[in-house]
């Protein structure tokens, strides 16, 4: 199963399960995932949604984006918003140990068609990133090498080595 024909089938419901074995053909499993996973995938994400917004002959949800990452004891939801909603699900990653073991990750049960493009093709990118990223992670404001065991904090879809960097970043803004 190759990256294009994922890509190609992204508006499908299908996809939802070619993207789950991708990941797991790509030697990645719950256990795996951290703050700065997240971050990143979120970056992806609303990267493809930019691309999409941009084209006026795709008719995606105004806005939408990945707006948080939260964690819970049942695993990590990237959390969406768009034009006229806040809260809905945008990709999970539900935790093995306190889930049933047939439930792997959840893809935007609300979204149709173009609405599912940006995610099933940023969860494609963002697996191949996560199959060759490096031990470490910079933060986006002072360049502070961490590494991937380091927490750090989240800012519009960007880590930060501290809250005094992220407030230096809205300075900048
Ligand atoms: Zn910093």
């Not at 024909?5 to 419901?13: G, K, L, R, Y």
């Not at 959840?106 to 149709?112: K, L, T, V």
Request: hydrophobic share 30%; glycine share 8%; with cysteine.
């Amino acid at each position: 199963m190759e990256t294009k024909q994922i890509i190609e089938v992204a508006h499908e419901n299908k996809s939802s399960g070619m993207a789950r074995e991708y990941f797991t053909k790509k030697g990645l499993s719950f256990e795996d995932l951290g703050d700065t996973d997240m971050w990143k995938l979120q970056d992806f994400i609303n990267h493809e949604c930019k691309v999409l917004l941009a084209d006026k002959s795709y008719s995606m949800i105004k806005d939408l984006k990945v707006s948080r990452v939260k964690q819970d004891k049942y695993g990590w939801h990237l959390i969406t918003s768009g034009s006229y909603f806040k809260l809905r699900e945008g990709i999970s990653f539900w935790n093995p140990k306190t889930n049933d073991d047939s439930i792997t990750i959840g893809f935007c049960g609300w979204a149709s068609g173009c609405n599912r493009i940006p995610f099933i093709v940023g969860f494609i990118k963002w697996c191949d990133w996560m199959a060759n990223k490096e031990d470490s992670w910079y933060c986006k404001q002072c360049e502070k090498e961490m590494s991937t065991d380091e927490k750090g904090v989240c800012f519009d879809g960007e880590g930060y080595c501290s809250n005094k960097c992220i407030e230096d970043r809205k300075s900048e803004l």
